[in-house]
Structures are given as structure tokens and as C-alpha cells.
């Protein structure tokens, strides 16, 4: 005779899975103690249950990875630089662009004129100067007047405290001023040039070191995955010889008590 | 199968003999959410294979469970931002595997089928051979999985997934409910539904508790 247990379904599930509480789990216990067809059912999906354990997926090899997706950004988006840091970039940006276009900015008398090493105009004929520059006889009426006031400045007004030997004459002094001022100049440049070869020679050559490692490391893991590989292959070969073994006395085993029978 | 679960969440692992402590769910979804790719690479490795199995068992098929289980991850991953941490974060990654799950037995209208090859791999016999395990009880256990496998794409989609994730994934009834979005009775219903239902499929095809489906080896 039925009870009103043997049609509550969603209790012999709870209780079938151990998710009812005490109460619930007598109830149902003294049920089925007393009531043979669920009992029966019971042992039934419990069968089943233990059969759904034989399921076993595939285990092919996933090993998924995210990688940051930068492409999908805009390209004129800087999401994360601080405004500091773009200015920063943009006057370093401006100052490489000048260094390498050998940026020249000079003062005439028309203006500023801005030159690079690209676009540079072809030395003038000796003699001549470009239109609205300074010319050598202004320049050289310029020098003349400076050096004036400097011997004037370096006399004092109540007699001379310098000496003949280290007071300079004129012109002749002047000229030995100028020409070691762009003696200084000419070294100066000349220095800075060969300092920046040299760490532009020794980046490349960083640079070149750097590619021998990576390219040595990538050979090294190459190898040892050849290795790994041939290994594994060994081993699976040995394996599947054994099963063979195994299957081949399976077959003869069937055969014979085929034979028997 | 739940203590299984509750250690992956945890971050505890077996390593070496040991269980070795990681970083939690929690506390590697913080970092993702933060924009760490790294730590959200550590969850995909933690749960790559429950998702991959779920859906495998849902659709049945090794190449689209596969596509499944990495389109869960893209998705999660562009999503992460979003996950305010309401739910478990494999509860998350379930449903998100679930609705694709859906999608894809109802985009063709395709039926579920189980890729089970009639004849024996030795190869795969091989690879899948237990440490002690005679070649006789691997094919048992083989056909064994091949009609269970049978049995369940009889089962409606909503039945398979019940059992799917209250036997494999080892979920509570209130669990499959909140992610299935159906009330807990209904849940309770469909489970034993498909449970009969399984029972009769596997007495039809001669396996009975305690007794060795067809094929078997003597």
C-alpha cells in the first residue's frame, strides 16, 4: 500500500544525496524500512549512481592563456601615463628628433632661422654672405669694438694695476681670445661626437650580446624538449609492447576456452 | 567530489605528496579585476578542467567542449570588471558555461552525441589505463563509460544538466538552483527524473548494479 512518502520524490532525492535534515532523514528512513518498492528504487539509483562514476570525459590538453589585449585598444588612447609622463615623452621625443636632424638655430637679422642636418644650404663662395646676414666686415667692426671696451674696463680709472705682459693689446689679443674660444668650442664638439659614437657602439653591442643569450636559451629548451620527447616515445613504445603481450594472451586465452567449450 | 572543489576554490593543491597552500579564488579575481593577467592565467589553470568537463558532458563533444571551455575564459576575462563578487567565482564561470552550453545545443537544434568509438585504441587503452588496472578491466570500464555516456544524451537538456553538476561538479540542490534559475523543488524533480530514467536506459542495456555491462572481458 502506497504512502504518503513513496510519492515524495523530492525527499528520497535529498535523502538519497545526504541533503535533509534529521528529521527528514528518519522519516524517510523508517519509510523505507517499511515500504519494499522504494526500497527497491532506492538500491536502483544507487546503482545507477555508482555507474554514472564510470563516465570519464576526455582529458585532452588545454593549458588556455590570456594575453593582454593591446590591439584592441585605440591608438591614440595613453589610458594608464600620467599627463607628467606624456609631456615628458614629448619633449624627449622632440629633443632625439633634433639630435638626430642636427637641428642649427641661429640669430640674423631677419629673424630666427631654423636649419637641419637634411636641409643644411651649401657653403657660400668665399666672400660672400647670405643675403640680409651679418657681414665679415661688420663682424670683424663688432670684435674690434668689444675688444675697445674690454681694454677700456680692464684699465682702472686711477692708473694701471696690470702689468704690460698681462694686459692685452688691442687686436692682437683679441684675435688669440677668439681663436681659443672656438679652439674650446671645436673640442667640445668634438668630444661630445666621439662620446655619443661610443655609446651608440656599445648599445649595439649590448643589443647583439643580448640576442646571442635569448637565441642560445631558446636552442637549449629545444633540445631538452627533443630529449623530454624522445623519452616519453621510448617509454610509450615499451608500454604498448606490454599490451600487446596482454591482448595477444587475452585472445589466446578466449580461444582455447572457445576450443573447450 | 565537493571536498575536491572546495580545495580547488580555496587554492589548496596536492603537490608532491602535500597539500600546498596558493592564492584563493578571491584573492586572485582581486588582481585580475586590477588588470593582473597573470592571476587570472592561475584560475584558467585552476578550472580549465572542471569547465572543460561540464561542458563535455552537456554537449558531448570534445572538439565544441573544447571551444566552449575557451570561450567561458575570454568571456570571464573580458567580464571580470563586472564580477562584484556575489557569487563564487566558479559559480560564475559555470554559468557562464552553462548559457554557452545552451547556445550551442540550440543554435543547429544539434542533439547531443557522445563521440564513442565502437572499436579499441591500444594507444588510448593505454592512456587511460589505471596504475593497477588489468587490460580487462579497462575495456569493462570503457564500455561501461560508453553507455552511461549513451544513456544521459537521452535525457532532456535540463535533466542532463542537473545530474551533470550535482554528480560530476558536486554542487548542492541550492546551488544547481540559483545558477539554473529554477526553484529548488524543480531541481529535486529533474534530478530524480533523470536519475530514473538513466536507471531504465542501463537495465535496457543489461547493466545492473553489480553486474558487468555486455562485452565485458571473463
Known amino acids: 500500500m502506497k504512502q504518503p512518502e513513496c510519492e515524495d520524490k523530492a525527499l528520497l532525492v535529498a535523502w538519497l544525496y545526504g541533503e535533509c535534515d534529521q528529521e527528514e532523514r528518519d522519516l524517510m528512513e523508517a519509510h523505507l524500512a517499511a515500504c519494499e518498492a522504494c526500497a527497491v528504487e532506492v538500491e536502483g539509483l544507487r546503482g545507477t549512481r555508482a555507474a554514472l562514476c564510470e563516465w570519464a570525459p576526455p582529458e585532452p590538453a588545454l593549458g588556455f592563456r590570456v594575453v593582454r589585449e593591446e590591439v584592441n585598444r585605440p591608438r591614440w588612447a595613453w589610458p594608464r601615463v600620467p599627463v607628467w609622463a606624456q609631456a615628458a615623452a614629448a619633449v624627449l621625443v622632440l629633443a632625439a628628433g633634433a639630435a638626430i636632424a642636427n637641428l642649427d638655430v641661429t640669430l640674423a637679422r631677419r629673424g630666427v632661422t631654423i636649419r637641419t642636418g637634411w636641409s643644411q644650404p651649401a657653403p657660400p663662395p668665399a666672400g660672400t654672405t647670405p643675403s640680409g646676414d651679418v657681414t665679415r666686415d661688420e663682424l670683424a667692426a663688432l670684435r674690434q669694438e668689444l675688444l675697445g671696451r674690454i681694454t677700456a674696463v680692464s684699465k682702472p680709472a686711477g692708473g694701471s694695476l696690470m702689468t704690460a705682459a698681462v694686459a692685452p693689446a688691442p687686436v692682437a689679443a683679441g684675435t688669440d681670445w677668439t681663436q681659443g674660444v672656438s679652439k674650446l668650442i671645436d673640442e667640445s664638439e668634438r668630444r661630445q661626437k666621439s662620446e655619443f659614437e661610443r655609446q651608440i657602439a656599445q648599445r649595439f653591442v649590448e643589443f647583439q650580446r643580448d640576442v646571442s643569450a635569448q637565441q642560445r636559451m631558446e636552442f637549449v629548451r629545444l633540445q631538452r624538449g627533443l630529449v623530454q620527447f624522445q623519452g616519453r616515445t621510448s617509454v610509450d613504445i615499451a608500454q604498448l609492447r606490454q599490451v600487446q603481450g596482454q591482448v595477444q594472451t587475452y585472445l589466446l586465452r578466449t580461444a582455447q576456452v572457445q576450443e573447450v567449450k | ?218
Open chain 2, 1 to 218: 567530489m565537493t571536498v575536491e572543489r572546495d580545495r580547488r576554490r580555496a587554492g589548496l593543491f596536492l603537490e608532491g605528496g602535500g597539500l600546498v597552500q596558493t592564492n584563493t579564488d578571491e584573492e586572485l579575481v582581486a588582481r585580475s579585476v586590477r588588470g593582473d593577467a597573470e592571476s587570472f592565467n592561475q584560475l584558467i589553470t585552476r578550472w580549465e578542467r572542471p569547465i572543460y568537463a561540464l561542458a563535455y558532458r552537456v554537449i558531448g563533444h570534445e572538439e565544441d567542449a573544447r571551444d566552449v571551455c575557451q570561450e567561458t575564459f575570454l568571456r570571464a576575462f573580458r567580464g571580470i570588471g563586472a564580477f562584484k563578487g556575489q557569487a563564487k567565482f566558479s559559480s560564475w564561470l559555470y554559468r557562464i558555461a552553462l548559457n554557452l552550453c545552451r547556445d550551442w545545443i540550440r543554435r543547429a537544434r544539434r542533439t547531443p552525441v557522445v563521440q564513442a568509438p565502437e572499436g579499441v585504441d591500444l594507444g588510448e587503452l593505454l592512456a587511460e589505463r589505471g596504475p593497477a588496472e588489468s587490460i580487462e578491466e579497462l575495456v569493462t570500464r570503457r564500455n561501461m563509460s560508453r553507455l552511461v555516456a549513451k544513456a544521459m544524451m537521452t535525457l532532456s537538456e535540463e535533466q542532463r544538466t542537473a545530474i551533470v553538476l550535482k554528480e560530476y561538479q558536486g554542487l548542492t540542490f541550492q546551488e544547481i538552483a540559483d545558477l539554473v534559475g529554477s526553484p529548488l523543488s524543480t531541481v529535486k524533480t529533474r534530478l530524480y527524473q533523470g536519475l530514473s530514467t538513466l536507471r531504465r536506459q542501463l537495465e535496457e542495456d543489461g547493466v545492473r548494479r553489480g553486474v558487468n555491462p555486455p562485452g565485458k572481458m571473463p
